[in-house]
């Protein structure tokens, strides 16, 4: 029996021509940046496109937060970014944009408690918020192929942010059981929707299993729970863990430590971040924003 010849594969022949083109440092033209250097390094230059991230933490770790200004920052590289929110409306969740970007609190936003300085610096940030690639959308919808219909009409999606995995619908076609094996479904469509739309897809989520009472209250990846789901079906797991949330004088107030709990084609380990809860902003410890 002759021995097989193996035909060349289109799929083949192009990652390679991409190899041979790339220059040392260059990202490849799958890779979306999270604009935080550190996460980025970690990460092999930053998001994938066609992969499943799953963000969580506990209750007032800042998850939304994190997400929306990961959102932020893509969308001012000119790639464009889709928000379907399942908490907030647009006009809040601009609200929100705002206060980062401009470093004020919401409340002394909602309240015009401003002095000029600040009243400056919304103005700055609202210029550069302004015709930014970045769309909001409502994530309440019969079901889950209802809901992202409405990315039909965006073209060139580089990121999508889904605010969060515990409000997606379930699948018009699937069975309906416990919350578990539902939200099981919605994960496994969840990555079907980032091949088919060749996107990285970005999704907050709560962390069912979580016990802060523990003696490391780090989360980690089976407190994600859902039968084990997110272990099988997301590329990147990330996981927020502030300590001065469990252990009061303990830990330098506003330190965050990012963990990246699953890599499927990288390390894992925890970049350092640093997070202004007055602002919901988070910046990078090693490289901080100016």
């Given at each position: 029996?002759?021995?097989?010849?193996?035909?060349?594969?289109?799929?083949l022949?192009?990652?390679?021509?991409?190899?041979?083109?790339?220059?040392?440092?260059?990202?490849?033209?799958?890779t979306?940046?999270?604009?935080?250097?550190?996460?980025?390094?970690?990460?092999?230059?930053?998001?994938r496109?066609?992969?499943?991230?799953?963000?969580g933490?506990?209750?007032?770790?800042?998850?939304?937060?994190?997400?929306?200004?990961?959102?932020?920052?893509?969308?001012?590289?000119?790639?464009?970014?889709?928000?379907?929110?399942?908490?907030?409306?647009?006009?809040?969740?601009?609200?929100?944009?705002?206060?980062?970007?401009?470093?004020?609190?919401?409340?002394?936003?909602?309240?015009?408690?401003?002095?000029?300085?600040?009243?400056?610096?919304?103005?700055?940030?609202?210029?550069?918020?302004?015709?930014?690639?970045?769309?909001?959308?409502?994530?309440?919808?019969?079901?889950?192929?209802?809901?992202?219909e409405?990315?039909?009409?965006?073209?060139?999606?580089?990121?999508?942010?889904?605010?969060?995995?515990?409000?997606v619908?379930?699948?018009?076609?699937?069975?309906?059981?416990?919350?578990?094996?539902?939200?099981?479904?919605?994960?496994?469509?969840?990555?079907?929707?980032?091949?088919?739309?060749?996107?990285?897809?970005?999704?907050?989520?709560?962390?069912?299993?979580?016990?802060?009472?523990?003696?490391?209250?780090?989360?980690?990846?089976?407190?994600?729970?859902?039968?084990?789901?997110?272990?099988?079906?997301?590329?990147?797991?990330?996981?927020?863990?502030?300590?001065?949330?469990?252990?009061?004088?303990?830990?330098?107030?506003?330190?965050?430590?990012?963990?990246?709990?699953?890599?499927?084609?990288?390390?894992?380990?925890?970049?350092?971040?640093?997070?202004?809860?007055?602002?919901?902003?988070?910046?990078?410890?090693?490289?901080?924003?100016?």
């Open positions: 029996m002759s021995p097989r010849r193996f035909e060349k594969r289109p799929s022949e192009a990652l390679v021509h991409r190899v041979d083109r790339q220059r040392p440092g260059d990202l490849g033209g799958d979306v940046p999270t604009g935080f250097p550190s996460v980025d390094k970690l990460l092999g230059g930053g998001l496109r066609r992969d499943l991230i799953m963000l933490g506990d209750v007032g770790a800042g998850k939304s937060a994190l997400a929306l200004g990961i959102a932020l920052r893509v969308a001012q590289q000119e790639l464009p970014v889709a928000l379907l929110s399942g908490e907030m409306e647009e006009e809040r969740l601009m609200e929100r944009a705002l206060a980062i970007e401009g470093r004020v609190a919401v409340d002394e936003l909602r309240a015009a408690k401003m002095n000029d300085q600040m009243r400056a610096g919304i103005g700055a940030a609202a210029v550069r918020l302004r015709g930014l690639p970045l769309t909001i959308l409502p994530l309440a919808a019969p079901d889950l192929e209802t809901a992202f409405r990315l039909a009409p965006l073209r060139d999606l580089a990121l999508v942010l889904v605010d969060y995995l515990q409000l619908p379930a699948p018009a076609s699937g069975a309906r059981g416990p919350q578990d094996e539902e939200l099981a479904q919605v994960l496994r469509r969840l990555k079907a929707v980032a091949l088919e739309r060749q996107v990285a897809l970005l999704v907050v989520a709560q962390l069912p299993k979580f016990h802060a009472e523990r003696e490391n209250p780090r989360p980690t990846l089976d407190d994600f729970g859902h039968l084990g789901a997110i272990k099988q079906h997301a590329d990147v797991v990330l996981a927020i863990f502030r300590e001065e949330m469990y252990r009061p004088g303990g830990g330098v107030e506003g330190a965050t430590e990012l963990l990246v709990a699953k890599n499927r084609n990288g390390p894992t380990g925890f970049v350092d971040l640093y997070f202004y809860r007055r602002w919901m902003r988070f910046e990078d410890m090693l490289d901080p924003d100016r």
